[in-house]
């Protein structure tokens, strides 16, 4: 999911009551529930596409989980030690206690896997121990409701908090309230997916894709043989049967990284007769059809 998305959920659990465990609660959960994207630094040394090869791995894995928390517990204590010492520490300030700071920290890691589960992009949740790709189906990957009817509840509740009210339960209900509509999604997505493969007996695997806005509607991708299909057409020009995709991955890391990230790979034929690997999860123009890379024709039997 997006950060925005990320924050909030770290606000939320810091307004249902977890800010009030130790001093500098709320960074610590909202920091740490957007921590594991510090794969994105990946761009700084990765070329093409191979950045899909990388992020949502490594960081995002439960080794990481651990040592981002702690990491972030340590910069957080020290922050808090180096005020005192200035006599820059806000009087206001719960003292600070290292074990809750990690406890929160390791809560607001654990909310980022778990929201990344939920798109088609994808995660691969048990890396470094494995390499699969785990795909919910659930939330477009910007989410307008999460945002507004999150981003709702943390105004409310800081506004409750102001005002002496019980601001807790305000939180709470939205964190209920987002665990039903993930389940509304999940259910949605889900049917679509099943209805999809009952009506095409050919089918090996339906992709049910959550829309931007309507969050009701999915567009899915029907997977037969090794082509793919969205409302009945077919997708690329050739079929990937005819090339061979192994000895391209070898031969080129940009195709490797691709195919490595690729759930339902479809080859096009552009305009000048040049062939590019994209995926048929995100087959439309830019910015959503930007994934793809350059497949040598050598490594096709058709010319």
Not at 33 to 62: K, M, Q, S, Y
Not at 203 to 226: C, D, K, L, N, Y
Request: proline residues 7%.
């Amino acid at each position: 999911m997006d950060n925005l998305t990320h924050s909030l959920a770290g606000a939320l659990l810091g307004q249902a009551g977890l800010k009030r465990k130790t001093g500098l609660a709320m960074p610590a959960l909202i920091i740490g529930a957007n921590l594991p994207d510090v794969d994105a630094a990946c761009f700084a040394w990765l070329d093409g596409v191979e950045h899909l090869a990388f992020r949502r791995g490594i960081t995002h894995g439960p080794p990481a989980l651990v040592l981002l928390p702690l990491l972030l517990a340590a910069a957080l204590w020290g922050w808090d030690r180096w005020q005192a010492k200035r006599g820059k520490r806000p009087e206001a300030r719960l003292p600070v206690h290292f074990g809750w700071l990690f406890a929160l920290a390791f809560i607001g890691c654990l909310s980022h896997p778990a929201l990344d589960l939920m798109n088609t992009y994808g995660i691969r949740l048990l890396e470094p121990f494995s390499s699969r790709w785990f795909h919910g189906d659930v939330l477009f990957i910007i989410d307008i409701w999460l945002w507004l009817g999150m981003g709702f509840a943390v105004w409310y509740s800081l506004r409750q908090e102001k005002r002496g009210a019980d601001w807790r339960r305000t939180a709470r209900i939205a964190l209920i309230a987002v665990v039903a509509y993930i389940g509304v999604n999940w259910a949605i997505t889900t049917y679509r997916e099943s209805t999809a493969l009952a009506e095409r007996p050919d089918a090996q695997i339906a992709i049910a894709m959550p829309m931007p806005a309507p969050f009701w509607q999915r567009e899915t991708v029907i997977g037969a043989g090794s082509r793919y299909y969205l409302y009945g057409e077919l997708l690329g020009d050739v079929d990937p049967a005819i090339c061979d995709l192994a000895a391209a991955a070898a031969a080129d890391k940009q195709i490797a990284a691709f195919l490595f990230w690729s759930r339902a790979p479809v080859i096009d034929r552009r305009d000048d007769g040049t062939l590019e690997l994209r995926d048929a999860r995100f087959y439309g123009p830019p910015p959503s059809g930007r994934f793809g890379a350059d497949l040598p024709a050598r490594f096709c039997d058709q010319p």
